[in-house]
């Protein structure tokens, strides 16, 4: 490897998939294969894995390690990136998890903020990241903003500011809070040089026209993102809003049932892919909702098993 | 007047004024006639009065009809739209400046709910501002919602959804909660009927795309978002974006210095118009910092005096 | 009336009543003398009126006077003390229900800070209650905290060291937060020269140990709190803890139900006085809840009708 | 060892140590030696280590082993318990904690729960510490709240009582968070059988009165709470008001410099016990403070260096 490249750049539609667990409730790497194959076949370029979504911080160093060989290795040759979450609850395993996901050539790391123990400011903040981007140098290393999960509201373009400066690897933010004045003060930075990517399915549109171009998805509707940016790019302003409605919509089924990767899983499950269940203090959602999920699949188009 | 037409809609650029106090706290309405020649003369069409930055809170029932009042008469012919805020801290209060702000012939009334005791439910929630839009029947009803100011963190799009139904009067809602995702649900009740107006400067240009197109501004600049507006239906989104930088470039200023209506009024007071000082509990910018807020103002290009 | 004695203190054990509404909604102040007597029966020394439980902040300025004034009347020669809550949204309301408050003859006042706008700084809401308090000078005056409520967090201990050197009619606190080191050092403030009251049923006996010898009740149990007293005066701590568990146990009860007002006004039906309705935005414990509370409260060994 | 005994219960005065780091941030168990000896010398029973103060959050499985394993040899012969705290980010590594705190002859283990991902109910809290529990079976289990650090608001109590048919290890919580009406719910539980240990050094005396008699101290006065308790016993209110007073005034010291671990690092440090820094995210308290520091622990009259 070497050097990350200066304009280094995720491009595409980026999933951020669930992590499969057996019954027993150990991690199911190789369930990996097949989720790959069903995430290509959806126009998914990418995927940043073992995230909010990916229930990364309920696993041990171990699992995660097994968890991330397992994405890099099935995603080759089908996927353009696979950008490995590193954020724990103490920073020696952030680094320890860095070090592994440059050794196992991922596409680039992202890290959060521990959130017991809260960063008080932005500068200490900056010091956190800079020791785990470091540990990856030659991998490219993204920032992750999820406040609304870490109860961690620091000023996000302040923290990618005084990054840029001491951070070699550092190349942007994947930002999954709501606040669209964070998006933009974050976009501006060092001149738009940082690349943003927004966690929220249903902000794609409005994050376009503040040039925020790539989405990490909590769906795997690759095509639909691919079509509202089609649009907006032809300025057909009334088809990328359909677009993103209907991807709204997909979220707001969510809310009827259960959040997060409980969600995610049950969905899956609805659409023939066995994920299996979240791990504790996470918890399924009910069986007994399922016949209801599916039909909601179903009415939105999704094909349902 | 009458029944308020079905399609009753504000336009063009509305802006939230504070409230001029003297200078021994009690409200100053004579102050209002130069304040909307000034807003005119800055291309703004419309205004919300009594709102968060108008300080409508911290004025007695019989201060806010005095300053309702003299809005509704200086800016006849002036400026096309005078929104009056009746929200207040109890039902009785707010019906009688629904009431009140009918008879002397408000363009539209706004109402947010108390934040003592919180509504539970968005049912609730409705039976209230039923009750206050009920008191000015021929006058267009708008709901107001800002999560952050009240702490009242119910579904708006649901709470718009229940209230079309039972409110005749309802036009639509006043939006200055920062999540998006809220704006566009809200943006699709009734098939987006409703009008939305967003209270967030810097997130106009990104609400367009949601088909919302009206803002009530912070600032006084008109200008600004009429540019901002052309370029984005020219499909201009360079352009567009430069705009709403500067815009957001206004707001960050406000954060080195203070919040609310005492930077509202200490920015005025830079460029020349003297609103007095803010009431208590809040306390107004210290004397000090004046110059450097001039400065800033001066370096975003504004005609400081 | 005249100055008010350093050494001033209300004692017994206070009760903060409802506010009875009729069936449509408007105050009803001619149940204010069975309540009275309902009170001065179960061993009530004193009335806290119109703050949370009262809804003061629900009601009308003019509405609050009419409730006042027949607490005042009615509690003459049955009561040995009718502290009159005057917090409002805002300064100028405030004012003038103190002034009328000690016009008709309030044994003391007490003032909230408004939560719409919140003071930042202790220095700030002692300016605020400053100006409140200087509306009543003879009247002694309590600072109300109730941080859950008001979402207001700043240090009461702190605000009373410098109200207490610029409030003449300062002479103490109502303090229903839940934090007892606040308490603690509340307490100690000026020597522990200031009387503070607290606001939390099931925190007296730790109070107790703290100084603090007034609760202001949710419930109207002053034989409860009497025996709870005398068993800790006493030595025995046993008894005492087992009274402090009885008055919890009744607490708890209302977490089965409803919230705030709504409970009390249900209980005290079940108790044969019948308040009426609470006022939006709060909503009355739904009616066929009604036997399982009379039940609990009947376990609980009270005089249920 | 075997089943633990019904009636187990820790006694006397536990403190919550530190952990010591090297100065290139790598633990350092060597330091535990004289930090036990230095504990012992101030009349302290037992420890309750890698908890919130002791930075367990901020360190990894095998560093948090080695500095357990320190502790429950170094503590041999001259405290009477460790108690092991093993809550960690993720359910494995709790697990895995246990296991070994088990192995290695803790006294006794607690856990907190998860607090990225949050139990959304008390019945899910449970099933997890269940998990916890059952490895390591023969050792006293302890449920560790601490809600303003996790953001855990569950109802404490109702975890007790799901837990107690469930967990025959459980023998207690540790609560350090600050609402005494949990403390008193907690303390009920199974008719009191359960052991409740306070984690707020000030609120030590009000806590007597509920019958929680085991302070988990902040500091490492072991000789002040002796001296309440007695003074408490013998029913003399005045002296051990005046003892809690002193301690309250320790913990009010903190707040004039820096929060938590790194504030009895630089406490330690004045009074001659060099612990290193804290990790990041912490900070340590800057240098220059050191001296302010220094005076106000000798104005208390501690043994200053």
Same mark, same amino acid.
């Given at each position: 490897m070497g050097q990350v490249p200066e304009d280094f750049k995720i491009t595409g539609a980026i999933a951020a998939p669930a992590t499969a667990l057996k019954s027993n409730g150990d991690v199911n790497p190789e369930a990996v294969a097949d989720y790959v194959n069903f995430l290509a076949n959806n126009e998914i370029d990418g995927v940043f894995v073992l995230g909010t979504l990916g229930e990364g911080l309920s696993l041990s160093v171990s699992e995660r390690k097994e968890v991330a060989e397992a994405w890099v290795k099935e995603a080759k040759? /089908? %996927?353009s990136s696979v950008i490995v979450h590193v954020g724990a609850g103490n920073i020696r395993d952030s680094i320890e998890l860095a070090q592994h996901a440059q050794k196992i050539g991922a596409t680039a790391i992202a890290c959060m903020l521990p959130s017991?123990? /809260?960063?008080?400011t932005e500068a200490v903040a900056v010091e956190y990241i800079q020791q785990v981007a470091a540990a990856a140098p030659e991998t490219p290393f993204y920032y992750y903003c999820i406040n609304f999960m870490s109860g961690i509201y620091l000023n996000t373009a302040k923290i990618l500011e005084l990054a840029s400066g001491r951070i070699p690897n550092l190349r942007g933010a994947k930002i999954s809070s709501r606040e669209l004045p964070s998006l933009l003060d974050s976009s501006r930075v060092c001149g738009g040089k940082l690349q943003i990517m927004v966690g929220t399915d249903e902000q794609f549109l409005p994050c376009l026209t503040l040039g925020i171009r790539v989405p990490v998805l909590n769906s795997f509707l690759g095509s639909l993102y691919k079509r509202l940016l089609k649009a907006f790019d032809a300025g057909d302003m009334d088809t990328a809003r359909d677009e993103m409605v209907q991807a709204r919509k997909l979220v707001l089924i969510r809310s009827k049932y259960i959040d997060g990767p409980a969600y995610v899983k049950a969905a899956m499950k609805c659409l023939g892919v066995d994920l299996g269940p979240v791990r504790l203090p996470l918890e399924d959602?009910?069986?007994? %909702?399922l016949p209801s999920l599916k039909q909601d699949l179903k009415d939105l188009g999704l094909p349902v098993q």
């Open positions: 040759d /089908k %996927l017991y123990f /809260k960063p008080s959602m009910p069986e007994h %909702l």
